[in-house]
């Protein structure tokens, strides 16, 4: 990785809201290209489309990596790709397998999915073992664990939050975006805190507006999966660093205190 790019994909701590500006809010999401009728036209124009928001990440299909990377080159934008998308349940050396072509070919991060039905089997030394031989197959390339949180109690949300970190995971995140349901402040709140400051937490699905958006920020995530990013930037643009105050009044009381105290 690109050591400039490396620092500018590096934080993993709850954002200081306070004093957010266009830069900073553009630069925790990943511009989000995973639907499965995208053309290549449309990656082309997603990865423009990024580049002049200056996103965080590009996450792309897998089958359209090259192409990407090729695109996000000479661009302040990282090219990232999915592992065992979107229901977490490949063969063990496939996934592993799958992450390591990724990374030849110039992913920069991994969101990965869990096998999401062993978690719910309470089988949590199979996902650690999983997950920790992918993530060391890997390094140094940061991994985020998706969860897939919908399918998930908030005891199962705790225990696949612990085995991510003990996995050595530097993300944990909610979900695909193809779950019954996107994220949710409460549980984006519990995630940040089981993994602490030094282990990210990224929310996807569902977040389309900026209020919803600072909403996920608020409550500790430190990066965002987005479609609908030119209408998040937009919108900020319009409404200037207010909605950010306005997005904090919002937001139950106790986790806006939980927010101030990362």
Not at 32 to 58: F, K, M, N, Q, Y
Not at 91 to 96: D, G, L, N, T
Not at 212 to 219: D, F, G, I, V, W
Request: glycine residues 8%; hydrophobic residues 45%; negative net charge.
């Amino acid at each position: 990785m690109r050591q400039p790019l490396k620092a500018r994909l590096a934080n993993r701590a709850p954002l200081d809201l306070a004093s957010l500006d266009e830069k900073a809010l553009m630069a925790c999401i990943d511009h989000s290209l995973l639907r499965p009728e995208l053309t290549r036209a449309d990656i082309e124009a997603g990865c423009d489309l990024a580049i002049e928001w200056e996103t965080a990440t590009v996450c792309c299909r897998p089958a359209d990596l090259q192409l990407v990377v090729n695109r996000l080159r000479r661009s302040v934008v990282g090219p990232t790709t999915v592992v065992g998308f979107p229901h977490g349940a490949h063969v063990s050396q496939i996934k592993e397998r799958e992450a390591l072509v990724a990374v030849d070919q110039g992913a920069v991060e991994l969101d990965v999915v869990v096998n999401i039905g062993a978690l719910r089997s309470g089988d949590l030394g199979y996902v650690r073992d999983e997950l920790a031989s992918l993530i060391y197959a890997v390094v140094p390339t940061p991994v985020k664990v998706i969860l897939e949180t919908a399918y998930l109690t908030p005891e199962q949300v705790e225990a696949g939050c612990r085995v991510a970190v003990e996995s050595r995971a530097s993300f944990v995140k909610n979900g695909t975006g193809y779950s019954p349901r996107g994220a949710e402040v409460g549980e984006i709140t519990l995630m940040r805190r089981i993994v602490g400051n030094a282990v990210g937490v990224k929310a996807a699905g569902g977040v389309r507006t900026l209020d919803a958006l600072l909403a996920m920020l608020a409550a500790g995530a430190c990066r965002v999966g987005a479609t609908a990013t030119a209408a998040i930037g937009t919108e900020w643009r319009a409404r200037g660093p207010e909605a950010v105050q306005a997005a904090l009044a919002a937001m139950p009381a106790a986790v806006v205190a939980a927010s101030a105290e990362e």
